[in-house]
């Protein structure tokens, strides 16, 4: 674990203009001098200061959890762990190999605030209860299993109602054939955006959330939009030549499809 949590935190990482906008603008900082300040300023400046600047590019996102969700399993490290293994990342010492954008590495040794930020947001603290990973080890190819595992592993699941909704959703894709990272990533979005208690309630719901979903994209388009796949793809799938909606509209028709297919898929009788 140490050293895969050396290894991520070593690994170069980019950047983005937000970031080294933050720097110029806030330390009255050159273009071309932020390099140097990296390597000889950041040092100097208080936790919380340097924890500002670095949390964009320190906060792990799902493929970050992806690369721990395959080294644990269905093991978990306690929050008790924790303390020594920042301490002893921030003794080794690690350094970050942070990139500005002419595509230049600068060294950065990381201080204690910014791998306790990394260690504490990658969920090592989660496990996978035993029938979810063993659907995962299952009915998934290998290629997507480290990414599942990380969705397995989110906060949303806690809840034995939820989790229910999880391992349902996974049987009926396992029977399905065609348990993909796309629509699981759907499946974790509804959840912790919408917060459905268990399956009952998750299908009871789900017709009012399409009913809500097709009122605002007929608003929003200004027109009527396919709202089955069969009958886009009738209609030429992705060659259809409409004019295409801006993104929030997409999403909404995105999430209305999914809605239809997860439906279908929970519906009582369909699950193994």
């Not at 670095?54 to 992806?66: R, W």
């Not at 954008?101 to 990394?118: M, N």
Request: proline share 6%; with cysteine; aromatic share 6%.
């Amino acid at each position: 674990m140490l050293e895969a949590l050396a290894a991520e935190l070593e690994r170069p990482r980019e950047l983005s203009p937000r970031v080294l906008n933050y720097i110029e603008g806030n330390y009255s900082v050159e273009h071309d001098a932020v390099g140097a300040f990296l390597t000889e300023e950041l040092s100097k400046l208080e936790d919380y200061e340097i924890d500002l600047i670095l949390s964009p590019v320190f906060t792990p996102k799902l493929a970050d959890q992806a690369v721990f969700a395959e080294l644990l399993g269905p093991a978990s490290v306690p929050r008790d762990e924790w303390p020594a293994l920042v301490e002893q990342l921030a003794r080794r010492p690690t350094r970050a190999q942070l990139m500005t954008l002419e595509g230049k590495a600068h060294p950065v040794r990381l201080r204690e605030v910014t791998i306790e930020r990394y260690v504490h947001r990658l969920r090592l603290e989660a496990k996978i209860p035993n029938p979810i990973f063993n659907l995962l080890e299952r009915c998934t190819v290998m290629e997507d299993r480290p990414l599942l595992k990380a969705i397995a592993r989110r906060s949303i699941w806690d809840d034995g109602g939820r989790r229910g909704i999880l391992e349902r959703f996974l049987m009926a894709a396992a029977t399905r054939g065609n348990c993909t990272v796309a629509d699981t990533l759907d499946l974790l979005n509804l959840m912790e955006n919408r917060k459905p208690s268990d399956v009952d309630n998750l299908l009871t719901e789900i017709p009012r959330w399409q009913a809500e979903l097709r009122k605002q994209v007929e608003v929003a388009s200004g027109g009527k939009p396919f709202f089955n796949e069969d009958v886009r793809l009738m209609h030429g799938g992705a060659r259809d030549q409409r004019p295409q909606a801006d993104s929030r509209v997409s999403a909404k028709e995105n999430e209305l499809l999914f809605l239809g297919r997860l439906k279908e898929m929970l519906a009582p009788g369909r699950q193994i």
